[in-house]
């Protein structure tokens, strides 16, 4: 099994920035890529932005430009860089790893909330 301990969430002001974390423990050996999910309230939870074990990356259209997924492998942590936060950017924002078995695993989220 894979653990997924997300940090870094809180309150920011419309333009400010955020950086989350996410340390991952267990089966890490095992893991192809992970991401960044969010989910506001009423709505469905969506892909923010992934990168695999080979550091390719894969945005959401609504976060180019703004966000930035990295990755360091010697601490099994991803991170994910938020600049130019909207209010329409609140959310619990979920880490989700994939195994190259194709087993998924999510962290307990990690609520961000852009308001002036």
């Known amino acids: 099994q894979v653990q997924l301990v997300e940090s870094g969430g809180g309150l920011v002001q419309p333009g400010g920035s955020l950086r989350l974390s996410c340390a991952a423990s267990?089966?890490?050996?095992?893991?192809?890529?992970m991401g960044w999910y969010r989910q506001a309230p009423g709505k469905q939870r969506e892909l923010v932005a992934q990168?695999?074990?080979?550091?390719?990356?894969q945005y959401a259209d609504f976060v180019k430009g703004r966000f930035t997924i990295s990755r360091d492998n010697a601490r099994n942590t991803v991170y994910l860089q938020m600049n130019s936060l909207k209010p329409g950017d609140t959310a619990v924002y979920y880490c989700?790893?994939?195994?190259?078995?194709?087993?998924?695993?999510w962290g307990q989220g990690t609520q961000v909330t852009v308001s002036s």
């Open positions: 267990g089966r890490t050996l095992n893991i192809f890529a």
């Open positions: 990168i695999s074990s080979s550091s390719s990356t």
């Open positions: 989700k790893s994939i195994s190259f078995a194709a087993e998924i695993y």
